[in-house]
């Protein structure tokens, strides 16, 4: 039985809430994700009954679809996945979603040419190779990094919607260094991945004071009937032009940060510079070692790039750089220096 457009971006939507364990759904609740997603999507104003929405719950629960969908109803009124893992998503394609997905495929490798749809190159090879293991059943050609199961994960899904919507969100946080949760009431700007971990960045409704919460360390959201409030001092598409990793606030000016490197190093950054303002300041024709200088603000993700090239790199500038680079070394230093003695 074949399902229509809406249909499908409705099981969808039922599938993103019930996969999002950090609230509880009723059935009133799904019937209005489901009537924002149609409004978003597909601009249909008219919303979705209560009777559409229990028929959707049927029909993922049966096999019509090869969904066999495990929604239970816990505490007579809440709705949930009895496997916490299951989803629809998770589904084995069919040959006419593959077809279809292939079409989708070859018409974006024809836009790679244009200079604006070079960034997808990478995606479209991830699908390309992704349809092929389907349709084979055969070991991966191209491999991303990854994090299986990555805690927090989950999330995303139900964030990206409560950003795109524009909703306040009550948010548990549990730091690494804090005893007790702290809540945030909070207005949810942007997603940001850095090192396989996800951040979401938001301000507090109350003073627009902004916060970036890795999504490992929440421990609950929910929508709240607060005004949603834009701060027009973030600018989501250039706030990290600026900065290496996740760490700034909105004041955080760039400072320009020199360094030396090795002949060996320089290979490697000339080809992959450290951040998108490098330039090459000098090259020794002697040792073929080389300056360096990058505009960003000056942060913990920062030190720690400068750290991974080990002895093959010196911050020469600002001082106080240079000192925070002296200090950590010397610590690393005096570790070993201590496993030496035992």
């Not at 929405?53 to 629960?61: L, N, P, S």
């Not at 006419?96 to 490798?109: K, T």
């Not at 942060?299 to 200090?327: C, L, T």
């Amino acid at each position: 039985m074949p399902a229509n457009k809406n249909a499908l971006i409705r099981y969808k939507t039922i599938d993103n809430c019930l996969r999002n364990r950090y609230r509880r759904w009723t059935l009133d609740d799904l019937v209005d994700a489901c009537s924002d997603a149609l409004y978003d999507m597909e601009g249909i104003r008219k919303g979705v009954s209560v009777r559409t929405v229990q028929g959707d719950i049927q029909m993922m629960r049966s096999d019509k679809l090869g969904y066999n969908a495990p929604i239970e109803v816990y505490d007579h009124k809440y709705y949930r996945y009895a496997d916490k893992d299951y989803s629809i998503m998770d589904m084995p394609m069919s040959q006419n979603d593959y077809e279809v997905m292939q079409e989708a495929v070859d018409m974006l490798r024809q836009l790679e040419d244009f200079g604006q749809f070079t960034e997808m190159a990478d995606v479209v090879s991830r699908l390309q190779d992704k349809l092929a293991i389907s349709r084979n059943n055969r070991k991966p050609i191209i491999h991303f990094d990854s994090v299986p199961d990555l805690k927090g994960i989950r999330l995303l899904n139900p964030l990206y919607n409560y950003i795109a919507h524009k909703q306040t969100l009550r948010i548990m946080y549990q730091s690494f260094s804090a005893r007790r949760p702290t809540e945030f009431i909070l207005c949810p700007y942007l997603l940001k991945e850095f090192r396989n971990r996800w951040f979401l960045f938001g301000c507090r409704a109350k003073d627009l004071l902004l916060f970036n919460l890795a999504l490992d360390r929440i421990e609950r959201v929910e929508p709240i009937d607060v005004p949603y409030r834009e701060n027009p001092d973030f600018d989501s598409e250039h706030f990290f032009d600026d900065v290496i990793g996740v760490s700034k606030n909105i004041k955080n000016k760039p400072r320009c940060i020199k360094f030396w490197a090795n002949s060996e190093q320089s290979k490697y950054i000339k080809t992959k510079p450290i951040h998108r303002s490098q330039k090459l300041l000098s090259e020794n024709p002697d040792d073929g070692s080389c300056v360096f200088r990058i505009d960003v603000v000056i942060n913990y993700e920062m030190f720690s790039v400068f750290m991974s090239y080990g002895p093959g790199i010196r911050i020469i500038y600002p001082r106080n750089a240079v000192k925070y680079m002296q200090d950590r070394l010397k610590e690393s230093l005096h570790l070993y220096e201590e496993d030496k003695q035992e």
